[in-house]
């Protein structure tokens, strides 16, 4: 049972304009959201996290929006650069108890130089 | 600050072998995670440690995997007797709480013949 789902395996963009990876959840219960980086070879880097009281939250080029009704997130990336190139992952957790976080699958970004 | 350090990096055995991965968390961190990620999956979590207890072990298959953390520190995953599905890449990751972001290690990509 996929609690947060990634509906798109790709992405392409060229390099200068926005990315926007998208990320819909099933579980209500969830109230902190975050979104990770993965190069090849490596671990996941922490990107940037939003809690369920806030509908955004910014860092550098980064955003993050929530849309607790619709139960989706999304993640813009502006100006997209050729370094953003990466799978992204976002994930959910509930901040009681266990900080057990749920991943969607992935969305690899391509940013064309 | 040093990052969470996992060994080995690559390790293949054939089913039915054990095997057993280590990590080191950041310093001072109290939370440590150990997830399983599968070919075009996110990463699962397998068990989760808060100092040296457990806190959520749920997704672990214990009739095969164990892990432990005794000294609160560093903590060991391992898989005995392996199978053909067990081969993934385990992540190790690490987070002052169970409320902060979790920092991830490189993992150990493991393949079974």
């Known amino acids: 049972d996929q609690q947060v789902k990634q509906n798109s395996p790709s992405l392409s963009v060229q390099e200068g304009r926005i990315s926007i990876l998208n990320c819909d959840y099933t579980?209500?219960?969830?109230?902190?959201f975050l979104w990770y980086k993965k190069y090849p070879a490596e671990g996941p880097t922490f990107l940037i996290s939003?809690?369920?009281?806030?509908d955004k939250n910014e860092d550098g080029r980064f955003t993050v929006f929530l849309n607790k009704s619709a139960k989706h997130l999304s993640l813009h990336i502006v100006p997209s650069q050729p370094g953003d190139s990466a799978v992204y992952f976002c994930?959910?957790?509930?901040?009681?108890?266990?900080?057990?976080?749920?991943f969607g699958t992935g969305t690899r970004l391509t940013v064309i130089p | 600050e040093a990052g969470v350090a996992q060994s080995p990096r690559y390790k293949i055995i054939e089913k039915r072998q054990s095997v057993a991965f280590w990590c080191n968390p950041i310093?001072?961190?109290?939370?440590l995670y150990w997830y399983q990620q599968i070919l075009g999956q996110g990463p699962k979590l397998l068990i989760q440690?808060?100092?040296?207890?457990?806190?959520?072990d749920s997704q672990l298959p214990k009739d095969r995997f164990s892990a432990e953390r005794l000294k609160g520190v560093d903590s060991t995953l391992k898989i005995q007797p392996a199978k053909l599905e067990d081969s993934a890449v385990y992540l190790c990751?690490?987070?002052?709480?169970?409320?902060?972001?979790?920092?991830f290690g490189d993992g150990t990509r493991l393949s079974i013949l």
């Open positions: 990751a690490s987070s002052l709480s169970g409320y902060q972001p979790q920092h």
């Open positions: 579980n209500s219960m969830f109230d902190y």
């Open positions: 939003i809690s369920s009281i806030k």
């Open positions: 994930a959910a957790t509930l901040q009681t108890g266990a900080n057990n976080l749920f």
């Open positions: 310093s001072g961190h109290a939370t």
């Open positions: 440690f808060q100092n040296n207890g457990v806190v959520d």
